[in-house]
């Protein structure tokens, strides 16, 4: 099993910043798991992807929509994915969620990721 939880939400006015991290762990992690990613997930919305990044490579994916204003990067040796996202806008607001993918598919695709944290809230006021 691999264990992911996400921490660093909160509340933001907009054109804010905030660092999002994501702890992953088990023992089989490093060996198993081949990408880590951000998705996120309005009320009533379906979970849409964020950013995603290769655990042994720096093959990074961004939203289009995102380009400019977050990035992902992480740090092997903490088991750590973090999200950074700048000039945050009310229409960010959502739970983030961190997700591990154990095939090398298609990043940006949910139906692929077999592990997921439990969310952060991000919420970004007007």
């Known amino acids: 099993q691999v264990q992911l939880v996400e921490s660093g939400g909160g509340l933001v006015q907009a054109g804010g910043s905030l660092r999002l991290s994501c702890a992953a762990s088990g023992p089989s992690f490093s060996r198993t798991i081949h990408t880590l990613g951000w998705f996120r997930q309005a009320p009533g919305n379906a979970r849409e992807f964020v950013a995603t990044?290769?655990?042994?490579?720096?093959?990074?994916k961004i939203a289009d929509s995102l380009k400019g204003r977050f990035a992902i990067s992480r740090d092997n040796a903490k088991n750590t994915v973090y999200l950074d996202m700048n000039n945050l806008k009310p229409e960010d607001t959502a739970v983030y969620y961190c997700?591990?993918?154990?095939?090398?598919?298609?990043?940006?695709?949910?139906?692929?990721?077999?592990?997921w944290g439990q969310g952060t809230q991000v919420t970004v006021s007007s």
């Open positions: 990044t290769t655990w042994a490579g720096r093959n990074i």
């Open positions: 997700g591990a993918n154990p095939w090398g598919t298609d990043a940006t695709e949910i139906g692929g990721y077999e592990f």
